[in-house]
């Protein structure tokens, strides 16, 4: 786990792998969730990376999460997920394991102090 201090930003690169034969064709937002231990979701952020642009093979996602001044300390999971603008849920199952009962994936965990 990293630690980071609140008020500082969160900064993401994550390597993702496109398996498939084409991109994704829908300009649907990569949302970032920090979420506690009690699994509440303690920040929620759209990552504002463009996932048409993965195509098959690997690519780096760079995106950077504020975290508020009034955070509450304590050990976060990192989740990501792609969300369907029409619910603002997650819609798009991945590859990994580690999803969550709402659809987001566990991707890393940091220490706020």
Same mark, same amino acid.
């Given at each position: 786990?990293?630690?980071?201090?609140?008020?500082?930003? =969160? $900064? =993401? #690169? /994550?390597?993702? !792998?496109?398996?498939?034969?084409? &991109?994704?064709?829908?300009?649907?937002? =990569?949302?970032?969730?920090?979420?506690?231990?009690? #699994? *509440?979701?303690?920040?929620?952020?759209?990552?504002?990376? %463009?996932?048409?642009?993965? =195509?098959?093979?690997? *690519? @780096?996602?760079? +995106?950077?999460?504020?975290? &508020? %001044?009034?955070? @509450? #300390?304590?050990?976060? %999971?990192?989740?990501? *997920? /792609?969300?369907?603008?029409? @619910?603002? !849920?997650?819609?798009?199952?991945? +590859?990994? @394991? $580690?999803? %969550?009962?709402?659809?987001?994936?566990?991707? #890393?965990?940091?220490?706020?102090?």
């Amino acid at each position: 786990d990293q630690s980071i201090a609140k008020g500082e930003n =969160l $900064h =993401l #690169s /994550i390597k993702v !792998e496109n398996k498939g034969v084409a &991109p994704f064709y829908y300009e649907w937002p =990569l949302v970032g969730y920090l979420v506690g231990a009690d #699994s *509440s979701v303690a920040v929620q952020q759209d990552l504002g990376v %463009d996932v048409r642009k993965w =195509l098959p093979g690997e *690519s @780096t996602v760079e +995106a950077n999460i504020p975290l &508020p %001044d009034n955070m @509450t #300390s304590g050990s976060y %999971d990192i989740k990501l *997920s /792609i969300n369907d603008p029409q @619910t603002g !849920e997650p819609g798009v199952w991945f +590859a990994n @394991t $580690h999803r %969550d009962s709402q659809g987001r994936y566990l991707v #890393s965990r940091v220490s706020v102090e």
